[in-house]
C-alpha cells in the first residue's frame, strides 16, 4: 500500500494500538513516559511517534482539533494495520460536580459535529468499544484515580457553544464536550476496530469556566497533573488490551 498521504505512513510503519492525543506536544509528553520511542512522521498538525511501553508497542499521533482532522487520522492509521484508538485529550465539564482535573471516560459521544454526517445517519449512535473502555475504567482504579464515566458531546464550533447548547447538553446527563471523540467512535466502530477515550476536564462550561484543548503549559495546574496520570492510565490500559 502507498504512503498515506496526510500521515506519510505506510504498511509495518505503525503498532496494532495507538493514543491519539489532539495536541502534538501531547505526542512527545506520552513518549517521554515510555521505555522508549521513535519519531516516525511529521506532517502539518500530525505527529507520528512510536513507542514500547512496560514490553508492549504502541503509536502515538496527534489528530490536531476538531473530528475533520481526527476522521483522516483514524482512516489512515486503520489503513496500515492500527486496530484500536484511544484518545487522551481534555474537556469540558457540562454538570456542576465535575471539577477542572477530574477524568471522564466516555461510554458514546453525541454526535453535534459534521464529519459523523458524511458516513452515516445522526441517529446511528457513536459509541466506544466495551473492552477499551472498561479497560481504561479498571486501569484507573488500579492507580486510585476517580474518573466519571458516562455519555458526553463531540462539537466542531468551539467559539460557537452557545449557552442554549450547553443547558440542552447539560439537561441530557451528558458528562462534557469535546472535538473528536465521535469521529474515532464511529469510524473505528464501522471498520470492525476498537476506540475508547479519557479526557481530563480544562474548564466547567456551566459554570463559566471554558477551556479548549491546547499547549499544556496553558492548563490550570490540576488539569496539568491529571493530563499526566491520565496519559499514565491510558498507557496502563495499552498493557492490557
Known amino acids: 500500500m502507498a504512503k498515506q498521504p496526510h500521515l506519510l505512513v505506510e504498511d509495518g510503519d505503525v503498532a496494532d494500538i495507538a493514543l491519539v492525543p489532539g495536541d502534538p506536544g501531547r505526542v512527545d509528553r506520552i513518549a517521554d513516559l515510555c521505555d522508549?520511542?521513535?519519531t516516525v512522521a511529521e506532517n502539518r498538525e500530525y505527529k507520528v511517534v512510536n513507542a514500547?511501553?512496560?514490553g508492549r508497542d504502541l503509536t502515538i499521533c496527534s489528530t490536531g482539533i476538531g473530528s475533520p482532522s481526527a476522521a483522516i487520522a483514524v482512516e489512515e492509521l486503520a489503513a496500515v494495520g492500527v486496530?484500536?484508538?484511544i484518545r487522551v485529550g481534555t474537556t469540558g465539564a457540562l454538570q456542576s460536580d465535575i471539577e477542572i482535573g477530574d477524568m471522564v471516560v466516555a461510554t458514546g459521544a453525541a454526535k453535534d459535529e459534521g464529519t459523523t454526517k458524511r458516513y452515516e445517519a445522526v441517529e446511528v449512535?457513536?459509541?466506544?468499544?466495551?473492552?477499551t473502555l472498561s479497560t481504561l475504567v479498571e486501569s484507573a482504579e488500579r492507580r486510585q484515580a476517580p474518573v466519571h464515566v458516562g455519555p458526553i458531546a463531540t462539537d466542531d464550533a468551539f467559539y460557537a457553544e452557545t449557552q442554549t447548547y450547553v443547558e440542552a447538553w447539560n439537561d441530557a446527563g451528558l458528562l462534557c464536550?469535546?472535538?473528536e471523540a465521535a469521529a474515532l467512535f464511529t469510524l473505528a466502530r464501522r471498520k470492525g476496530l476498537a476506540a475508547g477515550a479519557i479526557c481530563t476536564v480544562d474548564g466547567n462550561l456551566v459554570e463559566g469556566t471554558q477551556k479548549g484543548e491546547t499547549d499544556d503549559e496553558e492548563l490550570p495546574e490540576k488539569a496539568k497533573d491529571n493530563v499526566g496520570r491520565a496519559i499514565r492510565i491510558a498507557l496502563d490500559a495499552v498493557t492490557e488490551l
Open 177 to 179: 464536550v469535546e472535538m
Open 83 to 85: 486496530e484500536t484508538f
Open 36 to 38: 522508549d520511542s521513535e
Open 52 to 54: 514500547t511501553y512496560e
Open 125 to 131: 449512535p457513536a459509541v466506544a468499544d466495551y473492552g
